[in-house]
């Protein structure tokens, strides 16, 4: 046990089991009193046990972070449990596989109501709570598949919402002393066991989507996510952070920075398509986890 974050109570949804037991045992580890929130409360219950048998302080939570009435009770259950809020982990995620002309409205309402709105929620509760009491740290459970990942188009989504929730709430929330930061983790769970099970990543010579995962353990993934929580990460917002366990990567990816572009008054379809033929040609971008190029980019390359 460290001291790092003694005295704090933290939130880390989803914590039954993958990723999310792998940071709650780490905070606890690290002193924090922890609220280990999963619907599924027999392996939340569980996780809770091996953090007091190691001397850790911790909770129950079976709330459904999809229930805004839930979500805000969530929050309340560690203000009444440990006298206030100090860190939220939204990790819990669905993950789905869809192609997208096999999408139904059932299973993307689901993934975008635990994904995007569950997470919203739990923060807009969580961050009232940090700002009365003078500051906090967020951290959201995004994802690389944002980016592009074969058959996930849905799940992909969810976790560019993520992405784009961290950026503009850091903005709001920095001068109340709220951080709030995404991460992309990598490591063998149950969600990606059963991405690997169904034959999805698919493996193109440049780049396997998961491989070397096998090798990828949570445990090793929770030390970002304890120090994201932490002082030690003062200053350090708005950020996005890849991370298997061994690299740990900054994303970059802001559209506003000064990207190849061109300029005309009075733009038509014609003069637009000239500019995709002539100055801006050779910059259309690699894209998804393999980086294809788009045809016309793979014709001019060839
Ligand atoms: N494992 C990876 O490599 C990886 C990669 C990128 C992103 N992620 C993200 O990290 C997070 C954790 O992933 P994991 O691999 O540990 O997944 P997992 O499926 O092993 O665990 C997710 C947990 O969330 C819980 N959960 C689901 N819906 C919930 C709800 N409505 N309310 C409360 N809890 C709920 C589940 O019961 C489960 O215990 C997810 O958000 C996932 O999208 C994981």
Redesign the pocket.
């Known amino acids: 046990m460290t001291n790092l974050l003694g005295g704090r109570a933290a939130i880390v949804?989803?914590?039954?089991?993958?990723?999310?037991?792998a940071y709650a045992r780490d905070l606890a580890a690290a002193g924090a009193s922890v609220v280990v929130?999963?619907?599924?409360v027999a392996?939340a219950r569980s996780v809770v046990d091996e953090i007091t048998s190691a001397g850790g302080s911790a909770i129950v939570s079976a709330?459904?972070?999809?229930d805004p009435d839930a979500a805000d009770a969530l929050i309340a259950t560690c203000v009444t449990a440990f006298g206030g809020l100090d860190g939220l982990v939204n990790?819990?995620?669905?993950?789905h596989e869809a192609q997208p002309w096999d999408e139904r409205p059932a299973a993307m309402r689901r993934a975008v109501?635990?994904?995007v709105l569950?997470a919203m929620q739990c923060q807009a509760a969580a961050s009232a709570v940090m700002r009365e009491r003078g500051g906090g740290a967020i951290v959201n459970?995004?994802?690389?598949?944002m980016f592009g990942f074969p058959s996930v188009s849905t799940?992909a989504a969810t976790?560019g919402a993520l992405a784009a929730l961290t950026y503009s709430s850091a903005l709001d929330l920095e001068a109340a002393g709220i951080r709030v930061n995404a991460i992309?983790?990598?490591?063998?769970?149950?969600?990606?066991e059963n991405a690997l099970g169904r034959g999805l990543a698919p493996s193109t010579k440049d780049a396997p989507p998961?491989a070397g995962?096998d090798d990828?353990r949570?445990e090793a993934v929770a030390p970002l996510v304890t120090f994201l929580l932490s002082d030690l990460a003062e200053g350090i917002t708005g950020q996005f952070f890849r991370f298997d366990g061994r690299k740990v990567s900054v994303v970059t990816t802001n559209p506003f920075a000064d990207h190849p572009n061109t300029s005309a008054d009075d733009w038509t379809p014609r003069t637009m398509a000239a500019a995709f033929t002539g100055p801006l040609a050779a910059h259309l971008q690699p894209y998804g986890v393999e980086r294809r190029l788009p045809p016309r980019q793979r014709a001019t390359t060839r």
Do not use: C, F, Q
């Open positions: 949804t989803g914590a039954g089991r993958g990723l999310g037991r929130n999963d619907v599924d392996e709330h459904d972070v999809s990790n819990a995620g669905l993950y109501l635990v994904n569950g459970a995004s994802s690389g598949g799940y976790k992309s983790p990598m490591a063998l769970t149950r969600m990606t998961l995962i990828m949570p």
